[in-house]
């Protein structure tokens, strides 16, 4: 191998790299140093202020071509869940499952399984409140504690749902396009690693959370929201006081800490997230709209819809297992992708038309701009931070930089790792490790996704070194950052929507994920070493 000629842009871009990872690691926003270190590089190897002010906008630009179809399904998929709560079949789609929730374990299990599936469809961020609103007073009367409540839902939803993200595949799709590799490739081994690091965090909070646990009664659930009752008047009486001595500043939410609107209605406990730099964002679920109709006509119409979606869904499903066995034209990631976002137009037309026909242009509108709000806010912070890594790949640097076609673009990221290759061990478990840890790490974030192009980039040029598979090490370093950013060990992640819904205090419910979560992710790592 011919060695490799670093440049002062090489270096540049690795500075770049370190002071985002301490950026993440002091829980500031990434965005700004990111924009930064995507400026300085381009001028470090253009030598010009001109390419170097475009390679801000470019870089974005170029992330935005290459995700803006992950953003339109996360965008579809959420306006019809909105149009479903309009509706108010979303709460009955769930509904049956409270027969079954009689005791603890029967309600550990019920509250794991419905929010991992409607987590893999509907993203957790939009299933928590549909799972808690509904099931997490029933698991509270069955004897559930409310920290095992939010630990369940945290691990399920945030956890084993969102990091393999199979159904949507956005995290695979990032993890993949920054490794050069195919989603589907990556998308088949976060399944099985998700899986195996949800059972194993499942069973250490079974074991753990189950002294915990008591005899059925309808007094554990009057227990539970006098206290949280308790708490939120004390939480309004603070707020009143902090208002009286700070004016209006109070509503500009510039904290960067994220604030908790915490709704007054009975057990419901809706919670909406805003401000911060943690870059959650969680809809308004507020009740659904009768306008003075038909109650009984409304609600039939609900419950059509209520079965309607699920089997849909659970008929996509169907063929996309046929598909892998060869008996239907298998979909690909993207048509896939693209299948998930077309019913969920379909469907949320379909929603619209039945609830307020003489209103279905409008609302569907409507539910379509919250969509496409929801997705930018919950996305949209990626941008510019997937534009710096890009920057580091031969096959966008380019682009970014303003290149011609016949001009051979650099590749900042591979050749720093090719370089580096030589003083590190060539361990297949140490490189596993490592980029787990670099995941981990770039979770700290608090938004889930900012570090997957880091490390998928990592993982494609990793693989040929370490001899595993560049979409086993992506699969990897995505484990790291979804479980740590995604919402079950960082508390200023959409962790706290959990929390809200579960009624504990955010960051004891980050502590108690933690020695589980980490368990699972470590023996996931050492079994995607050595087997996948």
């Known amino acids: 191998m011919q060695p490799i000629d670093l440049t002062a842009a090489h270096w540049v871009y690795l500075a770049g790299v370190i002071v985002i990872i301490a950026t993440m690691v002091m829980r500031k926003n990434i965005v700004v140093p990111a924009v930064i270190a995507t400026f300085l590089t381009a001028f470090a190897f253009s030598d010009s202020i001109v390419t170097a002010i475009a390679s801000i906008f470019n870089a974005s630009l170029v992330a935005a071509k290459e995700l803006f179809n992950i953003f339109l399904i996360i965008a579809l998929v959420t306006a019809m869940l909105g149009g479903l709560r309009q509706m108010g079949a979303d709460r009955l789609m769930i509904a049956p499952f409270r027969k079954v929730m009689r005791s603890p374990t029967s309600s550990f299990v019920v ?83 998700s899986l195996i690091v949800g059972g194993v965090a499942f069973l250490i909070t079974f074991v753990m959370q189950r002294r915990t ?65 943690t870059g959650t964002a969680v809809l308004d679920h507020g009740t659904p709209s009768d306008d003075g109709g038909n109650g009984i006509e409304r609600t039939r119409k609900a419950m059509i819809f209520a079965v309607l979606v699920p089997l849909v869904y659970f008929v996509f499903i169907a063929y996309l297992v046929l598909g892998k066995i060869g008996v239907v034209p298998e979909l690909k990631g993207g048509d896939a992708a693209a299948m998930v976002g077309g019913i969920a137009a379909l469907l949320l037309f379909a929603v619209c038309a039945a ?59 591979y050749d720093l790792v090719t370089a580096g290759e030589a003083h590190l061990p060539n361990i297949p478990i140490f490189t596993s490790f490592g980029v787990l840890l670099v995941g981990l790490v770039a979770g700290l974030e608090g938004s889930g996704f900012s570090g997957l192009p880091l490390t998928g980039a990592l993982a494609g040029a990793l693989a040929p070194g370490s001899g595993i598979d560049p979409a086993t090490l992506a699969a990897i370093g995505q484990m790291g950052n979804i479980w740590s950013g995604g919402g079950t060990l960082v508390a200023w992640s959409s962790l706290v929507a959990v929390a809200g819904f579960a009624r504990v205090p955010v960051i004891s419910l980050a502590r108690k994920c933690f020695l589980p979560v980490i368990s699972g992710l470590i023996i996931s790592t050492v079994i995607a070493t050595y087997l996948l």
């Open 111 to 193: 509250l794991a399984v419905v929010t991992y599936v409607i987590s893999l469809f509907f993203w957790p961020t939009p299933a928590v409140p549909l799972v808690g609103a509904v099931l997490i007073p029933v698991a509270i009367r069955a004897g559930l504690s409310p920290m095992s409540v939010g630990m369940v839902i945290a691990i399920a939803g945030q956890g084993m749902a969102l990091s393999s993200d199979y159904v949507m595949k956005v995290a695979p799709g990032i993890s993949a396009k920054a490794a050069g590799i195919d989603p589907d490739a990556v998308a088949d081994k976060s399944l099985i690693l």
């Open 355 to 413: 609830d307020e026909p003489s209103k279905f242009l409008e609302t569907t509108a409507e539910h379509l701009v919250d969509g496409l709000v929801f997705a930018f806010k919950a996305m949209g912070i990626v941008l510019p931070i997937a534009g710096f890594f890009l920057i580091g790949s031969a096959d966008y640097a380019g682009q970014i930089l303003g290149l011609s076609d016949d001009a051979t673009a650099p590749a900042f990221l």
């Open 213 to 277: 646990w008591r005899a059925p009664s309808a007094e554990l659930l009057t227990e539970w929201e006098n206290e949280a009752d308790r708490h939120v008047a004390t939480v309004e009486a603070a707020d009143s006081e902090a208002l009286e001595n700070s004016g209006t500043e109070a509503s500009s939410g510039g904290t960067g800490s994220g604030s908790i609107v915490r709704s007054s209605g009975g057990s419901d406990g809706g919670v909406t997230t805003t401000g911060g730099s």
